[in-house]
């Protein structure tokens, strides 16, 4: 008996799923090193490019705090104008956050499922069923694909499509941050309220709540702490991608870094860098912090 | 009964930290659409919306279609003209890009997070008697995550200009290696997370058997912690897709240099094919992804 027990096991394959999953990786990264025509030794820097590492290394150890070469007459103190495109990135980053959130829940909610389409018999009335099935699902699919390509489309591409369309502008800046971190927001927040516990929810429905009834009383307080820790996570990348923008004309730190740089000042370039990294980590405690006190396991 | 509400809404537990971070982002907020930095009026103007309506009627019509004339035929044409051209092989570049670029990180963060993991890097890993923490562990481990917070504070962006300066723009190395770095650092924390969450049954029985802390780690940890790590890696393969298009408008050629090109030549019809091209192989590295998660959970 044990033995045939034994016989009918099935004998593991010597790569596993996993296995076969990892080699396919590595044969495609093979394959992608070869059609990039990669060698290791172009990773290494050349005559000039040694000089500028150098330069660059160089400026980590002492990072400006005076401007590197003459400036005109009034011209703000470097420090300041450091402060300021903290502040500035900063603003950036939270008006673009605030926005998306509004859209994302909007569309987190209509894109979520767990509200209108729970298993069990519906005691309401023919009309709202009639809804139920298929205008729901309707709008379900269509806000899928809505987020799908708001997702899609890099925050610097939406960018330099408003840039061409409108020319330089604050506001649009905001618009391209807010439009992918809001498809991103709606699709996680919907995930995350189709994943919470339905029993509170179940049970709301059980004494003849509505569904948008249950979705404010029974899921969203469920599925809040991880939504949430999410939302500021996401802050935390807003404030990369803010400063990012300034590479595109927008006043955030990445403009100075840049025009820095290309003035070969790495000392600048480094107050700058360390500027942003402070900021992130800043941010980053920030946000570690709350995720502690309100994500409840 | 509101009695009773009442009663209950005053045992909820409440923190001054989480009051005043909520005052803080509230304020935060406040600022950045009063402080005059966000222009929302001036988007407005007569000369922004001229803009906008040439950029609308004219300058993102297909090129064979400027007269007016909408012959599908000649767009066709165009489009595959284009995609030819340039679309195709960039296309290929951008998902090379990026597959080397996820495979050097997952390679940082396997060397990274069994060194930041608390349970792992310490003078005993697993043992029922831990004994007292040396402080060079300890030690070890500060330096370590304190590489891995680093390298991804600051973003991809910023370190393949960075990297352009010293290594030129003749090969795809900058953006490779500024996405490896920033992925690396972001795959070695949540490694390291997903060891530190592991069931530690196992690895004490291994211990136990005094396994040492390499056969814990080749027989216990890594088997056990794949799944998971999977999940992650497959998922930062999508930023990585996402950020390879953006990264070619620094000169590396991806999708982002003839978008980059495009926009500098006003070309902005060839420019929107370009991010729309962009746009479907994110979607298609989200597919990828999630076909990959999906057979992970399947394993698991």
């Known amino acids: 008996m044990a033995r045939e027990a034994a016989a009918r096991m099935r004998v593991p394959s010597r790569l596993g799923r996993r296995g076969w999953l990892l080699a396919f990786v590595l044969f495609a990264a093979a394959l992608a090193w070869l059609q990039l025509g990669l060698s290791v030794r172009d990773a290494v820097p050349g005559d000039s490019g040694r000089g500028v590492l150098s330069l660059f290394v160089g400026g980590a150890f002492a990072p400006a705090l005076t401007y590197e070469s003459d400036v005109p007459e009034g011209t703000a103190p470097l420090l300041v104008k450091v402060a300021l495109a903290v502040v500035r990135t900063v603003v950036f980053a939270a008006a673009g956050m605030s926005l998306s959130l509004v859209v994302g829940l909007l569309l987190g909610f209509l894109g979520a499922t767990s509200w209108w389409a729970d298993d069990g018999e519906c005691t309401c009335n023919a009309w709202w069923r009639k809804v139920r099935c298929y205008a729901m699902p309707a709008i379900y699919g269509g806000v899928r694909v809505v987020i799908a390509l708001m997702r899609s489309v890099h925050e610097l591409l939406w960018a330099v499509l408003f840039l061409a369309a409108f020319g330089l502008n604050s506001f649009s800046a905001v618009v391209a941050i807010a439009i992918p971190y809001g498809g991103t927001l709606a699709k996680v927040f919907s995930e ?45 990348c807003a404030i990369r991608s803010s400063a990012v923008l300034g590479f595109f004309g927008y006043p955030t730190i990445g403009y100075y870094l840049k025009l820095s740089a290309e003035n070969l000042h790495y000392r600048e370039v480094w107050t700058y860098l360390y500027a942003l990294c402070a900021l992130v980590l800043l941010f980053e405690l920030w946000s570690s912090q709350l995720r502690r006190r309100i994500v409840i396991r | 009964m509101s009695a009773r509400l009442d009663e209950l809404r005053r045992a909820q537990p409440k923190s001054r930290f989480m009051r005043a971070s909520l005052w803080a982002l509230a304020a935060l907020t406040a600022y950045a659409w009063l402080s005059g930095t966000v222009e929302v009026g001036e988007l407005f103007t007569e000369r922004r919306l001229t803009n906008l309506r040439r950029f609308l009627t004219v300058d993102v019509v297909p090129q064979p279609a400027r007269d007016g004339v909408w012959v599908w035929s000649d767009i066709f044409a165009w489009v595959r003209d284009v995609l030819d051209a340039r679309g195709w092989a960039a296309t290929l570049a951008t998902l090379s890009i990026s597959v080397v670029a996820i495979v050097l990180a997952g390679a940082m963060s396997w060397l990274l997070a069994p060194l930041a993991a608390s349970n792992l890097a310490t003078r005993r890993p697993f043992d029922a008697d831990p004994g007292q923490e040396r402080a060079t562990w300890r030690a070890l481990r500060f330096v370590v995550r304190g590489v891995m917070i680093v390298s991804r504070a600051v973003p991809e962006y910023v370190v393949a200009f960075l990297l352009l300066a010293v290594l030129g723009p003749d090969n795809a190395w900058p953006a490779i290696l500024a996405l490896a770095i920033h992925n690396g650092g972001i795959l070695g924390r949540l490694g390291a997370e997903t060891i530190e969450n592991l069931e530690p049954g196992p690895l004490r029985s291994l211990s136990a058997i005094g396994a040492p802390r390499r056969a814990i780690l080749a027989t216990g940890v890594f088997p056990l912690a794949l799944g998971r790590y999977l999940l992650f890696f497959f998922y930062r393969f999508e930023t990585c897709v996402r950020e390879a298009t953006v990264l070619g408008m620094l000169g590396v050629v991806s999708l982002g240099y003839w978008i980059q090109d495009a926009r500098a030549k006003q070309y902005y019809d060839e420019m929107l094919l370009f991010v729309a091209l962009g746009a479907l192989i994110v979607l298609v590295a989200d597919l990828v992804s999630a076909l990959a998660r999906r057979h992970v959970r399947g394993a698991s």
Do not use: H, K
């Not at chain 1, 059980?206 to 500021?232: E, K, N, T």
């Open chain 1, 192 to 236: 995350m309220l189709d994943e919470c516990p339905r029993d509170s929810a179940r049970s709301l429905r059980a004494i003849g709540a509505d569904s948008v009834q249950v979705f404010a009383w029974g899921l969203l307080p469920r599925a809040m702490p991880d939504m949430s820790a999410y939302a500021f996570y996401r802050f935390e």
